[in-house]
Nanobody, 118 residues
């Protein structure tokens, strides 16, 4: 069982920045990949960014060049640095792990709200 706790969300003006953190209850070195999803009101949950244990990353087209995912294995924490925020980035952001075999999300945090005002 893996517990994930997100923090760092809040209200920010368009063009601003936020850094989300996801603290895991286990040693994340043992986790093949972790990621951030988001869900806006009335929309499906979508993948924002993903990082593997080797440090490889991939991003949704909508956030490329603005968001950066990283991991600190010593702190068992994954981060999402979000710059140049837009109102359409407003959503609940969830941290997750990916099953090592099926590569589908398995454990989730409870989410943190990000609101970007215009």
């Amino acid at each position: 069982q893996v517990q994930l706790v997100e923090s760092g969300g809040g209200l920010v003006q368009a063009g601003g920045s936020l850094r989300l953190s996801c603290a895991a209850s286990v040693n994340i070195v043992s986790i093949n990949a972790m990621g951030w999803y988001r869900q806006a009101p009335g929309k499906q949950r979508e993948l924002v960014a993903r990082i593997t244990s080797a440090g490889s990353t991939n991003y949704a087209d909508s956030v490329k060049g603005r968001f950066t995912i990283s991991r600190d294995n010593a702190k068992n924490t994954v981060y999402l640095q979000m710059n140049s925020l837009k109102p359409e980035d407003t959503a609940i952001y969830y941290c997750n792990t990916f099953h090592p075999l099926t590569i589908v999300p398995d454990y989730w945090g409870r989410g943190t709200q990000v609101t970007v005002s215009s």
